[in-house]
């Protein structure tokens, strides 16, 4: 069982930036894709983008593409999610998850409960 923990989320004015942390716990964290979602109010959850288990590959939605970055740190067991230029569309609660990989959120085993992110005009 991998426990997943989000930090860092806040608020921002829109062109800020925000480095969301998520902290794993629990045997095999490094086997796992980790991925970030995000679901904003009303909408459904949708793929923010991922990192592959040496974190050497990354894999991101278009609305996160050079605005956003994905680290991670085996070591640590930590993965970040490094946000720039923020938008008032990036207001969501986001969640880092752990699974086989992929853009769907039923490819992912262990979720953390969300961190609010709100960005503000």
């Known amino acids: 069982q991998v426990q997943l923990v989000e930090s860092g989320g806040g608020l921002v004015q829109a062109g800020g930036s925000l480095r969301l942390s998520c902290a794993g716990s629990?045997?095999?964290?490094?086997?796992?894709?980790v991925s970030w979602f995000r679901q904003a109010p009303g909408k459904e959850r949708e793929f923010v983008g991922a990192i592959s288990r040496l974190g050497l590959s990354t894999d991101y939605a278009d609305s996160a593409k050079v605005r956003f970055t994905i680290s991670r740190d085996n070591a640590e067991r930590s993965v970040y999610l490094q946000m720039n230029s923020l938008k008032p569309e990036d207001t969501a609660v986001y969640f880092c998850a752990a699974g086989a990989g992929g853009r769907h959120d039923s490819e992912y085993y262990f979720w953390g409960q969300g961190t609010q992110v709100t960005v503000s005009s």
């Open positions: 629990g045997p095999l964290f490094e086997s796992y894709t």
